[in-house]
């Protein structure tokens, strides 16, 4: 092999940890929203009909979206609870917003990969759909608003 190293492998997608403010609120097994995109303003310049100018604008961050089997730990649900109703009239009425990541894990449950947040707060709790005749874990999900994030390890 010429003492090349091999190329390692790509980690496998399915263990993932959320954690805000260093608090763990738990393993997913689905997160989606993680990208990023530019807006472009076109700009027609006087006299070049050939093209138009495009001229990078503002980031656009999708909202994180966490799914995860039900637990018997309330620590999403508790989170979601502070930034509305009763819980957000106990802080004054003062949303709250705290910094997070959402952790890629090895086999060996050791980070790979992490993506971290900023000024986030949940806008969504969906509970599990309740079907007598279904067969589906219950799983439930959360919809979190940020204003970005920085991919590191």
Known sequence: ???????????????????????TIGAFTEVSGLSVQIETEELA????????HKLPGRM????????RGLTDTDNLFEWFAKCSGDGLAEQGNKL??????????????QPVRRWSFVDA????????????????VAVEELEVCHCGFTPGT
């Open 60 to 67: 656009k961050w999708p909202n994180l979206v966490l799914k």
């Open 45 to 52: 310049e006087g006299g070049q009909n050939q093209y138009t």
């Open 121 to 136: 707060y949940p806008v969504k709790w969906t509970g599990p759909k309740l079907a007598a005749s279904s067969r589906a």
């Open 1 to 23: 092999m010429n003492g090349q190293s091999r190329t390692p492998d790509p980690p496998f997608v399915g263990r993932f940890l959320f954690t805000v403010d260093g608090l």
């Open 96 to 109: 709250e917003r705290h910094h997070g990541s959402v952790a890629l894990l090895d086999a060996a449950g």
